[in-house]
Nanobody, 129 residues
Framework: QVQLVQSGGGLVQPGGSMTLSCVAS????????IGWFRQAPGKEREGILC????????YYIDSVTGRFTMSRDKAKNTVYLQMNDLKPEDTAVYYC??????????????????????WGQGAQVTVSS
């Protein structure tokens, strides 16, 4: 059974950094595409970026390019979202997810309402001074 368990999150000052973790079970993290989404208060969920089984990343939000990166640790079967230079507008609940696909399906990240797969439980990230 596919399961994603997240850790991390909390309060960080503007300009600070934070790393979110997502431990996968039921499949190797290098087998399926895995991505990150976020949902800010009063806004719809949006796709952030996705990493394919081959290790290539696709960004879906221009404002995080150069600040957010995604990585994988095969030994820990974990994916990470490293966030740098955080801004108040990055405040949101962050989710990792997989549709158990062999590539990053753009539709799922541009229209998250259509996403069909497994989600982590979410982690609140608050960027505030």
């Amino acid at each position: 059974q596919v399961q994603l368990v997240q850790s991390g999150g909390g309060l960080v000052q503007p300009g600070g950094s934070m790393t979110l973790s997502c431990v996968a079970s039921g499949f190797p993290v290098t087998f399926y595409a895995i991505g990150w989404f976020r949902q800010a208060p009063g806004k719809e969920r949006e796709g952030i970026l996705c990493i394919s089984p081959s290790g290539s990343s696709t960004y879906y939000i221009d404002s995080v390019t150069g600040r957010f990166t995604m990585s994988r640790d095969k030994a820990k079967n974990t994916v990470y979202l490293q966030m740098n230079d955080l801004k108040p507008e990055d405040t949101a609940v962050y989710y990792c997810a997989t549709d158990q696909g062999i590539g990053c399906r753009d539709t799922y990240y541009t229209k998250p309402n259509f996403f069909a797969g497994s989600w982590g439980q979410g982690a609140q990230v608050t960027v505030s001074s």
